[in-house]
């Protein structure tokens, strides 16, 4: 009835550096909470189908060239494009399982040497995660399981200065999995993180702003 309060959905973040197994990961948690009835959707960031999404994309596979400051916005502005949208849908209960968020905005572009302070900056008021887990890998190891693609910042070089950066952003909130351990102990641990996370919420945690 009007007055009983709708339980609402979870904001529940991957991180980590490329190739450290995130994208399915996500995946494999979608159909988990899934599975267990609670409504669950897969998002990504940068989301390539707006038409922010398609000049971050072009930037991505080379096709275009911006200033830092610029593409760092655009991937910000395509944070903000979807943020009322997330905001729904957490109101109306559904848990987001996303890939990549404002931690990978600040990383990347602090590690092209932007002010750290900077780049956390247009990140103020999205809306802030209610579990960030990073999936812990090293640039070498993570590079050692080959499919880099020829997209910007697919190098060794660069992802170890993205791990550095990572470090720096690193709180004791986020939950730190070994993403170097089979797959299934990976999914294992993710499910009773994200699933704790989901009940958290359901029990009326706030839904809060980005502040760092
Ligand atoms: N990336 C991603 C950024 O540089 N800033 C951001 O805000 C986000 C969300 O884009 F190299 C980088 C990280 C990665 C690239 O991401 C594309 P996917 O997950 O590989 O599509
Ligand atoms: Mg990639």
Redesign the pocket.
Known sequence: EGTRKESRGALIVLEGL?RSGKSSQCSRLVSYLEGQGISAELW???DRTTNVGQMISAY?SNTSQLDDHTIHLL?SANRWEKRSLMETKLKTGTTLIV???SY??VA??ASKGLDIEWCKAPEIGLLAPDLVAYLDISPQKAAERGGYGD?R??KLDFQKKVAESYKTLHDVSWKVVDACQPIEDVEKQLQEIALDCVIECQKGKPLSPLLW
């Open positions: 490329d990504r960031f940068p991505l991937f890939d990549r968020y990978s905005g990347f572009s997209e910042y697919e």
